[in-house]
């Protein structure tokens, strides 16, 4: 019961880049061994991952599996790591989703397979140590380390237009990143100033009073790192070029975790250690959440590579993330971290679906298809299911995420209720007309003719997206039980007294908390 379990999750893909180094992959028999060393570990992560669950305590609103030891005394620096109902099922996201996407790179990945599979594993543990961090130098350790495997991926196994895209991809997050690194940097410098306690530990910088002025200066240069990874609108240019270019699996990480670290950053650290800050910034947060929301699903609309159409959609599904989070009640804040799950699902789930029929076509533009279903009906079938939790469609995931939502935000401001409720109508008009040109109609090109449905390995990788689709909606408490008691302990931590930042704000903030959770019948209401 004393085992170091975030640890073992955490650190557990690096014994499986320690394996690979040792396997020859010159001939196809080593490149299997490399992939299967890979598929091995990696659903070893998740079933290690599951301890996690049975035993968190959802009654406890902070952190628990607690690992703390000194690591850089001189400096206050930690080993610190826990975990709670905030980040829970994010970790157990990514634990879930690295393996199907590992096995989704069988015939996909041929070149230099030894090298990509390191870059999964290393970017597996990265993500995780970002999840679980609560040493604030630890946590950026992990950032940044996260960043090299996703940036050689795109510009090594990805499209002609690789290069660019990597770059683009590098050159916005690390500009975001030094910012972040200054900032930390100033907060660690004012703590010590206050108390004389030089330390990174998180729990203790949460406690930090800050002038106002800085505050809102700290928090200006957090949220610039964390809405750059979101992305939100309109810090988004890099993600339509890095998800076109990037390799199925690399695309899959992209949407499902990635782009989370940038939500979760808010949650975690810019939203606590500067609440003035988060007060002052608020009004634009969830003006350009709402601008992101409908702009995103327009520019989604005519788009003729299916690809880049999922690619857009995520710009408008992050939006939703974004304004829940920032209205600061239970049913906005519980309804914004089960959309990121969601959006990791059913996103990646397309992804892994548009990599399907690249592989077998190699294109992925929406005019080259055409009534695909006839001879791929399990492909079609199981396409239609994802596009129905896309669009938020009821007993699906996607429609008890979005429901909070917009409950949240009409709790607090109808008018911005209404505007963000245009994006799931924008969202099922892109994604039904994208799903009627692929695959209704007549069988237009000849190419399309003799297509090959779904096989086994395909299917395991994507019947398990489709049972967690429906399983989140038709009972989302199992999921929104594990949340309870840390996001009133987050609502509360983040305690609003500045007064609006401007006349006519969006958004009124509310210091109480909701205590009141929604029930199942109530959201199916």
Known sequence: MNAPILTYVTFLPLLGVLAILFIPQRSESGKKAIRWVSMVISTLVFFVSLRLYFDFDPDVAGFQFIEKYIWIPSYGITYFMGLDGLAFWLVLLTTFLTPLTILSTWSAITKKVKEFQIMMLVLETAMLG?????DLF???????????????IIGVWGGERRIYAAIKFFLFTAVG??????????????????TGDL???????????????????????????FAIKVPMFPLHTWLPDAHVEAPTAGSVILAGILLKMGTYGFFRFAMPLFPDGSAFFTPLIVVLSIIGIIYGAMVAMVQPDIKKLVAYSSVSHLGYCMI??????????EGSILQMINHGISTGALFLLVGVV?????????????????????????????????VGFPTTNGFIGEFLILLGVFEVNK???????????????????????????????????????????????LLP???LVFWIGLYPNFFLSKMHSSVDHFISQVKISAEPASPGAVVEHHASVDKAPLSVSAAKE
């Open 138 to 152: 630890l946590f950026y350790v992990f950032w940044e380390i996260m960043l090299i495997p996703m940036w050689l």
């Open 415 to 461: 008018a911005a209720a209404v505007l963000a409720a245009t994006g799931v109508v924008l969202g099922a008009i892109y994604m039904f007309w994208m799903f009627q040109r692929v695959f209704y109609g007549r069988v237009s090109n000849p190419k399309n003719e003799k297509l090959k449905d779904l096989n086994r390995r395909e299917l395991a990788y």
């Open 465 to 467: 997206l489709v049972a």
């Open 199 to 225: 330390t990174f530990n998180l729990l203790s910088l949460y406690n930090t009073n800050l002038a106002r002025t800085y505050e809102i200066l700290f928090f200006a240069a957090f949220a610039l790192a």
């Open 324 to 333: 829940g989070l920032f209205v600061l009640n239970r049913h906005g804040v």
């Open 130 to 134: 970002t999840f679980v961090s609560l």
């Open 177 to 194: 990143s030094f910012l972040m690194l200054v900032c930390i940097i100033g907060l660690v410098y004012f703590h010590h100033q206050e």
């Open 358 to 390: 690249y592989e077998r076509r190699h294109t992925r533009m929406i005019a080259e298809y055409g009534g695909i279903c006839r001879p791929m009906p399990i492909y079609a079938s199981i396409f239609f299911l994802i596009t129905l939790s896309s």
